[in-house]
């Protein structure tokens, strides 16, 4: 970003009009340059698509590091051992891909932490004293984001009752320390009263994922914007166009089923799945 800074005029670019734009943990990342002091002079706008800070996956916090490292030490079996950077050294690479593949413990491993340097504070705590750039900012989701999560069970079954009871375990997993009454009024928002295929079985699902990990996100940070920064432009976008067939074989091998899941809405513009209606849509 520096160096664009300084070299952008050079290619007929103007350094006090740059855009920095990221898509997923690219879009967290633009997120944290706007929550990094050190970095709002090189940029003057920014596009967030699904990712910013605000995000459960984005940013670890201290007790998920503590709870992670130790239920990783333990995994390789290093928890008891008073050197503990040594008996990492003797690990074997197939044990430690075993463990940091693991869904156990559901860790994300690489996403950043709050440093006190790049990232000064918790991000909740910096949108709350209001410390975060100030600029025109584009925030974009797809509609069945965490299809890309969710794809792998029409593998396994055509049966209704599979997807439901998917459903429910994910609201057991995510809401296990809460009220019967949450529970119930997420099937209330999430479960239609007639489900008749089983792709729409599996639509719960992608619905109530997509919020969690992708959606809530990126709207509260929009709101957050709308409401303290009423100077600069906020525009928030849904892409919600499913192609006929992935253009991304490695993120959806098995198609799209009608979905507009994760990263879909980065269309590959020589893909003989680019559309004219998806470019009219982009």
């Known amino acids: 970003m520096k160096?664009?800074?300084?070299?952008?005029?050079?290619?007929?670019?103007?350094?006090?009009?740059?855009?920095?734009?990221?898509e997923s943990a690219g879009g967290a990342s633009v997120s944290a340059h706007t929550l990094s002091k050190g970095s709002w002079e090189l940029f003057d706008r920014a596009i967030l698509q699904s990712g910013n800070m605000l995000m459960p996956w984005a940013i670890m916090t201290d007790s998920y590091i503590k709870d992670g490292l130790k239920w990783f030490l333990g995994k390789v079996n290093c928890d008891n051992d008073e050197n503990v950077l040594e008996c990492l050294r003797n690990?074997?690479?197939?044990?430690?891909?075993?463990?940091?593949?693991?869904?156990?413990?559901?860790?994300?491993?690489?996403?950043?932490?709050?440093?006190?340097?790049?990232?000064?504070?918790?991000?909740?705590?910096?949108?709350?004293?209001?410390?975060?750039?100030?600029?025109?900012?584009?925030?974009?989701?797809?509609?069945?984001?965490?299809?890309?999560?969710?794809?792998q069970l029409l593998q396994k079954s055509t049966n209704i009752s599979y997807y439901l009871k998917n459903f429910e375990e994910l609201l057991k997993m995510h809401f296990k320390n809460s009220s019967k009454a949450v529970h119930e009024k997420a099937r209330e928002l999430y479960l239609p009263k007639c489900i008749p295929s089983y792709l729409e079985a599996l639509k719960p699902s992608v619905a109530f994922e997509s919020d969690r990990w992708m959606i809530?996100?990126?709207?509260?940070?929009?709101?957050?914007?709308?409401?303290?920064?009423?100077?600069?432009?906020?525009?928030?976008?849904?892409?919600?166009?499913?192609?006929?067939?992935?253009?991304?074989?490695?993120?959806?091998?098995?198609?799209?089923?009608?979905?507009?899941?994760?990263?879909?809405?980065?269309e590959v513009r020589n893909s003989a799945f680019y559309t004219e209606r998806a470019s009219v849509i982009q």
């Open 91 to 151: 690990v074997t690479e197939d044990t430690l891909k075993i463990a940091v593949n693991s869904k156990e413990f559901g860790g994300i491993w690489t996403a950043p932490n709050v440093d006190g340097e790049f990232i000064a504070d918790k991000p909740q705590k910096l949108w709350e004293d209001r410390d975060v750039k100030i600029q025109n900012i584009i925030i974009g989701i797809t509609k069945d984001e965490m299809f890309v999560g969710q794809q």
């Open 3 to 22: 160096w664009v800074k300084e070299n952008i005029a050079y290619f007929g670019g103007n350094p006090k009009s740059i855009t920095i734009f990221g």
């Open 216 to 266: 809530c996100g990126s709207r509260q940070e929009a709101k957050l914007r709308s409401k303290h920064m009423n100077t600069t432009n906020v525009y928030v976008f849904q892409y919600s166009h499913a192609p006929l067939a992935s253009y991304i074989p490695s993120l959806y091998p098995y198609g799209v089923f009608g979905f507009a899941g994760h990263a879909l809405d980065v």
